[in-house]
């Protein structure tokens, strides 16, 4: 069983920052891509940031120059630097991992996780 767990959400002041981090546990033998994704209310789930296991990023255009996904320094984990937040960041920060090969029932297959949702409220 994988396990992606999350922490780092919290209640900040506009232009405030918070860094989420995101950590996979289990039978992993490899994560191709680790992300966030975010539940803003009366809005569908949205891509935030990914980053591939070879060091590629991707960026929601409204956090561009904003946020910067990394890999952690534990294997398996992710961070997400949040700076000059706005109001419209509040939502909750889900992390995902996508292509995770794990070694279930004596064979390995590819799986997708999401973790459990992080809050983060942006107060104006």
């Known amino acids: 069983q994988v396990q992606l767990v999350e922490s780092g959400g919290g209640l900040v002041q506009a232009g405030g920052s918070l860094r989420l981090s995101c950590a996979a546990s289990?039978?992993?033998?490899?994560?191709?891509?680790m992300g966030w994704h975010r539940q803003i209310p009366g809005k569908q789930r949205e891509l935030v940031a990914l980053i591939s296991d070879d060091g590629n990023t991707v960026y929601e255009d409204s956090v561009k120059g904003r946020f910067t996904i990394s890999k952690g320094n534990a294997k398996n984990s992710v961070y997400l630097e949040m700076l000059s937040l706005e109001p419209e960041d509040t939502g909750v920060y889900y992390c995902?991992?996508?292509?995770?090969?794990?070694?279930?029932?004596?064979?390995?297959?590819?799986?997708?996780?999401w973790g459990q949702g992080t809050q983060v409220t942006v107060s104006s």
């Open positions: 995902k991992a996508d292509r995770v090969i794990v070694l279930r029932g004596g064979d390995w297959f590819e799986d997708n996780y």
């Open positions: 289990g039978n992993i033998l490899a994560i191709n891509v």
